[in-house]
């Protein structure tokens, strides 16, 4: 280790001694580099941990380093600069800390056996201590990823749990990241930490660069808070802390915003928590929580199918149902014609069968069912019966059942044409009881007519239900354009701004691939009336807009781009209700020629477009349709 190359001025180099060539001597090297770094206060400490840093997340299965105390090393560093502010602000040491709780986060994510070595080196009191914020949130952030995956693995469980404080931390974090890393950072630009804008950018950016990246890490260090809690939540014993109302009720709403791609966030935390019964008794019992799940349960957010066990759960928990049974059926009742969502198979029938049973118990005195409920789950079972029923019939009556609906659906486009709008959405409902249950296609054009008629007057919920039933029987899943903007405007109707968000992506995105010309993305240019919707609610679903509101705009000196905290102006964005049928193209009632041959070559339809990003829309609205890029 004494010896360096010719050409490097640093006595004991490591990206020397990391062009060792023999391994015995580059071993033990190694080992002294990592036992002597924590006590020496030479400059230029923070190129070898920011060497480690790129290492452990290109490698972070190589055992090497781990066996030869890098644990010990990243330990002792954070202690050091938790323990000597002095030694902390010397030269760029302030870097340090983070990339030691970053590289022990990444060599415990994967490997079992690597957190064990890790918890037996001491990690853990360390970044306990970052957790609280002993020095910024960036090193929170860090810190709580590195005991979200220690953490994760059984062996290792109980010497995190053995910190009593965690949970809470956890906790209070995730409720309060967005509002510190808003206050900390993104609120006054000209007080920015340079070293906090050098991390966040790795230098390549400016004042918009780091606002966005700092919505993203916000949205982690919530999100990774939540993955902590979640550790905890699947130990009955952790629930009573967990579970107290002014967290729960605030779970629905940890959903990352449109920087959050991989994880479930707070619908996840809950779909654990519904998997014991203390936890069914706090969710059913807790305001708005259930509503939450149920708009969960109807949107595109990818974690819907969490939202849909939750409610499952507890329909299926005689303590929980009669709390819950009013509001989850019509819900369900709506998507029951799923098929597959995920890992699941045959959704709609478990989603029938848990509502057969909840009707069924009616009569033991298990649960209450309204009128209404009870109603709807007769009719779910009554059609369910009908598709039985039509199996047997011959080929020639359903041909004649379907030629009738369409004659009637006609009917309806006439009358819609006409202005009388009532009067069409009757037609289709009319349609729907004639036309076959196994004519999926044409039954997604009745639903998703009907969905029309609902906006149109002013009934938001009806819309959504009916949007959300043709979106169910759509092939594939989510993805009929056309129903997808209908729900998109109903959820702007109630102030729903993620669902009605997350629907409007999504629309973009079937436009962006569909051969019908009236949805057809011309000049490759976003709708203009899906640019201001997708706008509107980005605003209004901002991650930070809560803590803005709180606390005020963003201060800065000039121009810091188009930021989402400043007051703005909505008075231009024109809202579901008030929007002129046909006036753009979007709401006409041309689905009775609506074909379903677009979807048939799925690969073919995947090969020749590229599907714009959550991030493309956020940030730049002429998407371009291009070819798939390696």
Not at 463 to 478: E, F, Q, Y
Request: with cysteine.
């Amino acid at each position: 280790m004494d010896k360096a190359s010719p050409d490097c001025p640093y006595p004991g180099c490591f990206f020397c001694v990391m062009k060792e060539g023999n391994p015995s001597k580059r071993r033990a090297s190694i080992l002294k580099f990592f036992r002597d770094l924590p006590s020496q206060d030479d400059d230029g400490q923070v190129l070898p941990i920011s060497g480690l840093w790129n290492t452990a997340m290109a490698h972070p299965n190589d055992p090497e380093f781990i066996e030869l105390g890098i644990f010990e090393c990243m330990s002792a560093l954070i202690w050091k600069g938790l323990k000597n502010r002095r030694w902390l602000s010397h030269d760029q040491n302030i870097y340090i800390p983070y990339y030691a709780a970053h590289i022990i986060g990444s060599y415990t994510m994967n490997m079992e056996e690597f957190a064990e070595s890790a918890v037996h080196a001491g990690v853990i009191p360390p970044l306990v201590e970052l957790l609280r914020g002993r020095l910024t949130w960036v090193e929170q952030r860090v810190a709580v990823r590195a005991l979200g995956h220690l953490a994760t693995y059984t062996s290792t469980f109980p010497s995190v749990a053995s910190h009593g404080e965690i949970l809470e931390v956890a906790i209070q974090l995730a409720m309060s990241s967005l509002e510190i890393v808003y206050s900390h950072f993104y609120q006054y630009v000209d007080r920015r930490l340079s070293y906090h804008c050098d991390l966040l950018t790795r230098g390549m950016g400016g004042v918009e660069m780091e606002s966005r990246k700092a919505e993203e890490w916000a949205s982690q260090l919530q999100c990774w808070s939540l993955q902590l809690i979640n550790c905890f939540a699947f130990k009955p014993e952790f629930l009573p802390t967990i579970c107290k109302p002014e967290f729960l009720v605030k779970l629905p709403g940890m959903w990352g915003g449109l920087v959050n791609e991989n994880s479930p966030a707070g619908i996840g935390l809950l779909r654990t928590i519904c998997h014991h019964k203390i936890g069914r008794g706090s969710v059913a019992s807790c305001p708005g929580i259930i509503e939450a799940l149920v708009n969960i349960a109807c949107s595109s957010d990818d974690w819907q199918y969490m939202a849909i066990d939750c409610l499952l759960w507890l329909l299926q928990d005689p303590s929980t149902c009669h709390k819950v049974i009013d509001k989850a059926v019509p819900a369900l009742v709506d998507l029951a014609e799923i098929t597959t969502l995920g890992d699941h198979k045959k959704l709609g029938d478990t989603i029938v069968n848990v509502l057969q049973e909840c009707l069924q118990s009616q009569g033991t005195g298990r649960s209450s069912v309204s009128n209404r409920t009870k109603e709807l789950i007769e009719e779910l079972l009554s059609s369910r019966q009908r598709l039985k029923w039509e199996k047997n019939i011959p080929k020639e009556d359903l041909h004649i059942k379907q030629a009738a609906a369409l004659v009637v659906k006609l009917e309806g486009n006439s009358l819609f044409s006409s202005g009388n709008i009532a009067g069409a959405a009757s037609k289709y409902s009319e349609a729907l009881s004639l036309c076959p249950m196994r004519s999926k296609k044409e039954r997604v054009v009745l639903y998703s007519n009907r969905a029309q008629c609902h906006l149109l007057l002013q009934q938001p919920l009806a819309a959504i239900s009916d949007a959300t039933r043709a979106l169910c029987l759509h092939n594939p899943l989510n993805c009929h354009a056309k129903s997808l903007w209908r729900r998109a405007q109903a959820y702007d109707m109630l102030g729903l701004a993620k669902e009605s968000l997350l629907d409007a992506i999504l629309f973009i995105n079937e436009c962006s691939q569909s051969n019908d010309p009236d949805l057809s993305l011309r000049q490759n240019k976003v709708p203009d009336y899906a640019e201001r919707l997708v706008k509107k609610q980005m605003r209004t679903a901002w991650l930070f807009r809560e803590a803005a509101i709180k606390l005020g705009g963003v201060h800065c000196e000039g121009d810091a781009g188009d930021m989402y905290g400043q007051d703005t102006d909505d008075s231009e964005w024109e809202t579901a209700s008030e929007s002129d049928i046909g006036n753009d193209g979007r709401d006409e009632m041309g689905d009775e020629d609506d074909d379903d041959s677009e979807w048939k070559n799925e690969d073919e339809r995947k090969a020749k477009f590229k599907k714009p990003s959550m991030k493309d829309i956020k940030h730049g609205f002429n998407v371009q349709v291009t070819e798939d890029e390696p």
